[in-house]
């Protein structure tokens, strides 16, 4: 991997449109088609010199020092995928975004409200799309053409954002509304929540799926220790916390729900798992059964249960993953 860029960084993330569907209708094939994805959009950044900071699933979150580099390296994994010989009556489609700002680099990750930015570009799009920001476009040479499609807030991003998309020879142009764009100022208050997980793929989709059922994000964290600060300054209505975390790696998440129910009664917790582990769960339950829950990760991706779910924490209930045997 190239040196991590400092100073002024071009962030870029993509997310492969659909991937759900394509796994259950691909079956022994996905693997195959996943992996050779990952190839094809790591040949393009590699060729570009940028960085990859992280990789999960069918998404990556890659640095660059240099935004024009960013372009190219979007352009060419967009072709690639495209000219790309997938199964037959199999379409694979990327939707990507670009935002440069400030590198906040700790902890062996980028933090940040330009981090989040460029994810919440990223998501708006659509397969076969390329976004960015104004920040970004404002340092792109002349002839590499980009449509400006309009001033937009994202959810969660304070203040507008001017973004637009970048177009070149054998990418498509014509794209549906941008999504997870708020223009519905008059909802009624939200359930406040806070976010930790140490990869920022993970959190950024979490944090759209429960904005996009009404929820406000107002908070997240890459480790316990910011948690803990965060749910002191916002005061949520529920944090949503993976087990695992920096910065021991261990149980540290579990401790850092514990302290939350300890200081802030009113706050519910569900915790994350990649796996089922009744010990925690009767831990966490323990002292206090009530306004706390247990989820394995898989569940988030059932967007109506996992809303319903942290809903029915913060109304006080207990919430425990079906895998889960007390």
């Not at 001033?151 to 997870?180: H, M, N, T, V």
Request: with cysteine; net charge negative.
């Amino acid at each position: 991997m190239a040196e991590l860029p400092t100073g002024t960084v071009t962030f870029l993330f993509t997310d492969l449109e659909g991937s759900t569907e394509l796994a259950h209708r691909l079956e022994d094939e996905w693997h195959g088609v996943l992996v050779e994805h990952r190839h094809l959009v790591r040949a393009a950044v590699n060729d570009a010199n940028g960085s990859e900071i992280d990789c999960r699933g069918d998404e990556f979150f890659v640095a660059f020092d240099d935004a024009c580099a960013a372009a190219e390296a979007a352009v060419v994994a967009q072709r690639s995928m495209a000219e790309h010989p997938w199964p037959a009556d199999t379409e694979l489609r990327v939707r990507m975004g670009m935002h440069t700002g400030q590198a906040i680099f700790a902890d062996q990750d980028y933090l940040g409200i330009d981090v989040h930015r460029a994810a919440r570009i990223c998501f708006a799009g659509h397969g076969g799309q390329i976004l960015m920001s104004e920040a970004t476009q404002t340092l792109l040479p002349d002839d590499l053409e980009r449509r400006d499609l309009g001033s937009y807030r994202l959810r969660g991003i304070p203040g507008p954002e001017q973004i637009y998309q970048l177009l070149a020879p054998g990418l498509g142009d014509d794209f549906p509304a941008l999504r997870f764009v708020d223009h519905d100022v008059d909802r009624p208050p939200a359930l406040r929540v806070v976010l930790a997980d140490d990869s920022v793929l993970l959190r950024e989709g979490i944090a759209l799926l429960l904005e996009q059922a009404g929820f406000e994000i107002v908070g997240q964290s890459d480790d316990a220790d910011d948690l803990l600060r965060k749910v002191d300054e916002t005061l949520p209505d529920v944090a949503v916390v993976d087990i695992r975390m920096p910065p021991g790696h261990g149980d540290d998440g579990l401790r850092a729900a514990e302290t939350i129910r300890q200081r802030h009664p009113g706050t519910g917790v569900l915790l994350l798992s990649q796996y089922a582990e009744p010990a925690y769960a009767r831990e966490l339950i323990a002292d206090s059964p009530e306004r706390v829950g247990y989820l394995l990760k898989d569940r988030v991706s059932d967007l109506t249960g996992f809303a319903d779910a942290v809903r029915r924490i913060a109304a006080g209930e207990v919430v425990l993953d079906p895998e889960i045997s007390l």
